[in-house]
């Protein structure tokens, strides 16, 4: 399955994925969420990868959890943020009314829509009632293998499809970007704040 084949990558180019994103400036994303939450809030990034946005949340008194589906990817985040790693898969969250925000940065757009739309549904379950989502997409309408990775990317009209299926769910805001990385200030992304109503 090509969801399989995106792990096998992330495991196999592990050190250049943590070198190449370790570094990005991502601080407009960062404060712009956090500014929706109080201090202290407990956070899940999801999908954390390098473990670059764990580091900043811990670093501003947030309380965070932090998974990745790479096993490799978790022993570098455990290691530069300094707290556990959890190696989970996305479909595996459980968990009730635990989050005040989760943090999913270019992370369940490598889901197939049938299994985003699942995961979608677990993230609002695993909000507290007024809880955020934050999330990305890379910005068209292509579903498939890309560069060893499988990918769903949205526009505002697909992901307002999506969000129309999911219970509790509504959008705050959404805004198109350009990459954060200078070398790809070409590619847009689909920027995504969602509360649990």
Known sequence: MEYNNTLSYYD?????FYK???TVDFTIMQDHFLAK???GSYILDFGCGSGRDTKYFLERGYQV?????????????SAYTGIKVKQMFFEELSVVNAYDGIWAC?????????QLTEVMQKMTTALKKNGIIYTSF??????????????TD???????????????????EQWVSSDARPERSGEKWLNLILRKR
């Open 12 to 16: 196999n180019c592990a050190d250049e």
């Open 20 to 22: 190449s994103t370790i």
């Open 37 to 39: 939450l109080e201090k």
């Open 65 to 77: 959890e932090a998974t990745d589906g790479s096993s490799a990817l978790c022993r570098l985040a």
């Open 106 to 114: 270019s992370s369940i757009l490598h889901l197939p829509l049938g």
């Open 138 to 151: 890379k910005y068209g309408t292509f579903a498939g293998e890309r560069n060893g990775r499988f990918f």
């Open 154 to 172: 949205m526009t505002e009209a697909t992901f307002a499809d999506l969000l129309s299926s999911i219970d509790g769910l509504e959008m705050e």
